[in-house]
């Protein structure tokens, strides 16, 4: 059917969950449909919307597409940023807003699409979701307890209640005549499946958006989502069926380079640079690897410069093992990826401590070595995977530049916990703070100040730049 036909389908009240990470896998075209839907109807109204994984281009596209107040009541989100239009509703208090953890909301999928009492796990705990610091509500608005501690012998835990679906809207390649459903053009598998069950099972709609259609797809093990799970699908034009909300098509996502390594430009000597290289210094041969967006990407830039790309494994939260993750709207997918798996499973791997070393962004950082990720500069930002993925890596790595606008990074307390420091020296974690003037280690006494950059004056430079007075390492290295 038409996507009009499509989006009419979904009733007022609804609660659809919508796939998709930054500007891979999104079903562009039945979103779009869906706003124009709203804006010549006033239908449906009073949505919520589930997704996992950010989707957007930080402009029009993607779920900028349903911020509109009538068309939704509520948002429970991983990550926000991409939708800046949907993070205004939230900051002005005219919708409920949730921030949940990324790794956690897929994988409750699951729970939701077999009837289970939701998903118990400590991701989370000691965190701005953990209900003692707020459950995750982002406004005023929010009153809905999503998440639960639950006490059980081997101590404290939390559980993320099932949020019941009743429609999903999903993207594949193409859909056979049963509706068996392929990916074979797609960067990554996501969480297609896990939605698509979830919403059957509870009664409700799976709509798909494809690039083709074929007779049949003679490979069983090539179907993603069985037509039994589909009820409508809609043929997409190209310009709303781009790999990428950046590449129409780019095929080394989608094939494997036999062990070869992609050509990545070189990079400029700046500061981001400076702390790519700094962050690469604790790869160890053979480690398995997350980077984050934004300054951890330098490392897999760096890396390519001095030929060390070969030494360990780079993986990405969405599914791609293997290969070099791509940047900005492209994010979420791989360059010659060994294996592309779906992001449950990913997620499955990383929170039972599959990573060895994570290197991740930060916008501030506190005397406790406490993070936050989520909020800054009157924007929410949410935190998608990182929560997941700081409190599961046995090493971590967070790059920040030293200040923002001549605004200090290193503050007392930060706004928003999203990486406790405590819990994680708990946990056993070596934690470091890479910036481009010093670099910090988590001690069960605090941040300690452990390099100093060459150049760098330790009074004007570093302390008078902070907010509080870091430990300072007794052996004080000079790092070049």
Known sequence: MSAEEAVSLIASGSTVAVGGFVGAGHPELLTAALERRFKAEHLPRDLTLFYCAGQGDRGERGLNHLAHAGLLKCVIGGHWNLAPKMGQLALANEIEAYNLPQGVMCCLLREIAAKRGGLLTRVGLNTFVDPIHGAGCMNARSKAQWVQRVELDDGTWLRYKPVPIHVALIRASSADARGNLGLEHEAMVGDVLPMAQAAKNHGGLVIVQVERLVDEISDPKQVRVPGILVDAVVLADSAHHPQTFAEAFNPDYIRSGAGSVPQLPPMAENERKAIGRRALAEIRPGDIVNLGIGLPEAVAAVAAETNRLREFTLTVESGPTGGVPASG???????????????????DFYDGGGLDIAVLGAVEVDAQGSVNVASFAGRFAGVGGFINISQSAKRLVFCLNFQAKGQAKFVPQVQLICFHGPSALRRGQ???????????????????????????????????????????????????
């Open 329 to 347: 709207l492209s994010f979420g997918c791989s360059a010659l990826p060994e294996a592309i798996i779906d992001q449950p499973a990913q997620f």
């Open 430 to 480: 070596q934690v470091l703070y890479v910036t481009e003037r010093a670099v910090f280690e988590l001690t069960s006494e605090g941040l300690m100040l452990v390099e100093l950059r060459a150049g760098m004056d330790l009074q004007r430079d570093v302390l008078e730049a902070m907010q509080f007075r870091p430990l300072i390492s007794p052996h004080l290295q000079t790092s070049p």
